[in-house]
């Protein structure tokens, strides 16, 4: 796939862990632990969608000749 595509999928995911991940931490209004354990978990999908997009992405190797 072009890089073009692999970008726009990662953008729109990325945009999707922050709508649905980040937006309701910062209107959860319960105990500490609510919100501590949900934003260690979206922490992660970061961590694992950045480790994707520089493994996909970025370290595409060059063509054998």
């Given at each position: ?14 945009a999707?862990?922050?709508f649905?991940g980040v937006?309701p931490?910062?209107l959860?209004?319960g105990?500490?632990i ?6 260690i978990?979206v ?6 969608l950045s480790?994707?997009?520089r493994?996909?992405?970025?370290d595409?190797?060059?063509p054998?000749?």
């Amino acid at each position: 796939m072009k890089k073009w595509v692999w970008n726009l999928i990662f953008l729109i995911l990325f945009a999707l862990v922050t709508f649905f991940g980040v937006g309701p931490l910062l209107l959860a209004d319960g105990v500490w632990i609510e919100r501590v354990l949900p934003a260690i978990i979206v922490l992660a999908v970061y961590i694992y969608l950045s480790y994707l997009y520089r493994k996909i992405v970025l370290d595409k190797k060059k063509p054998r000749s």
